[in-house]
């Protein structure tokens, strides 16, 4: 009888230890499922890189962009005299040898309040409140419409200095046949004195653009599909040191090429956006249509232009 108690403690015992063993098994198998997972994980990973090479130029050409607005006091009324505007402008440009098939007038569309406009009478509402004349009552809405026109004019030169004499002289013809063809609004003294004071206030506020109704320029040069993959190769090449020092630094080798990716269409089109929409007109649509192309080299200074390629590459992170 008392060897029954002994018995069945070292049984209970045996039984605690093999639990344990069992225990340890698992959690050791544990560990090394997790350690695999984790050499897994790390094998099937990625590492990426990104480069950028430019492509610098001459312009060949010089671009235009103008937004032609109008107001009327109905929709007839506002297209009628958009179309006098455009017309205008037109003849100018054509007069002073624009290339015909670069003149595109888009089609027209509501536009929102003429911020000149709102500017000019927001002043005058301030003079009526300071005790000067007071504002017109129940002044009837206006209709806003407005459209963009684009052309493009050869550039000739043997350096840079002659392209910027031959540019400037250009867009200065240009601008000043502009002021003088377009039609007039219906203005009293007070309001053009103060239109004036609202184009200056405009453009000292953004200082990076033309004053609102005047035509903003860009240089462009042509990059040739050979130039352009040759530059894309470069910053492919630095893109992928850039991933292999990556690798190297987190203790793992290069593998096969995952994906590749170029952004230089996003960097030209954030270009674009930065030069034009400088009077709060967003028309992104004609922009992106007008640059979809990535084989241009484009900028402000005459004397050089560039196209920017960034590649972005992915690669398999080796063990």
């Not at 953004?206 to 240089?219: D, L, Q, R, S, T």
Request: with cysteine; proline share 4%.
């Amino acid at each position: 009888m008392k060897r029954f108690p002994l018995l069945l403690a070292l049984t209970f015992a045996a039984a605690i230890f093999l639990a344990g063993g069992a225990h340890s098994a698992l959690a050791q198998g544990a560990a090394n499922s997790v350690e695999q997972a984790v050499v897994n994980l790390v094998g099937q990973g990625t590492v990426s890189g990104s480069g950028v090479a430019v492509v610098k130029r001459q312009p060949e050409l010089m671009r235009m962009r103008l937004d032609v607005t109008a107001s009327g006091k109905d929709l007839a009324d506002a297209l009628a005299k958009l179309k006098a505007r455009r017309e205008a402008a037109l003849k100018v440009c054509s007069d002073l040898g624009a290339a015909p098939a670069t003149l595109v007038a888009g089609a027209p569309h509501i536009a929102a309040e003429n911020p000149q406009r709102k500017q000019i009478m927001d002043m005058l509402r301030q003079r009526a409140r300071n005790g000067g004349r007071p504002a017109k009552k129940n002044e009837p809405a206006q209709i806003n419409v407005a459209t963009t026109l684009t052309a493009e004019w050869p550039l000739k030169g043997s350096d840079g200095e002659d392209l910027l004499v031959a540019s400037q002289s250009l867009s200065d013809k240009i601008k000043s046949a502009l002021v003088k063809s377009m039609p007039k609004e219906e203005l009293s003294p007070e309001e053009e004195e103060l239109q004036e004071e609202a184009a200056q206030e405009m453009q000292n506020y953004n200082n990076n653009g033309p004053k609102p109704g005047e035509p903003a320029f860009i240089f462009v040069a042509k990059v040739s599909k050979q130039d352009y993959t040759k530059a894309a190769a470069k910053a492919f090449a630095i893109a992928k040191d850039h991933a292999q020092r990556l690798a190297a630094a987190a203790g793992s080798s290069l593998g096969e090429l995952k994906s590749v990716q170029g952004n230089d269409q996003m960097m030209a089109l954030g270009l674009q956006r930065q030069m034009y929409n400088y009077n709060g007109m967003q028309d992104d649509d004609s922009v992106e249509q007008q640059f979809e192309n990535n084989d241009e080299a484009i900028g402000l200074n005459p004397a050089e232009v560039r196209l920017t390629i960034g590649v972005s590459a992915s690669f398999v992170l080796g063990k």
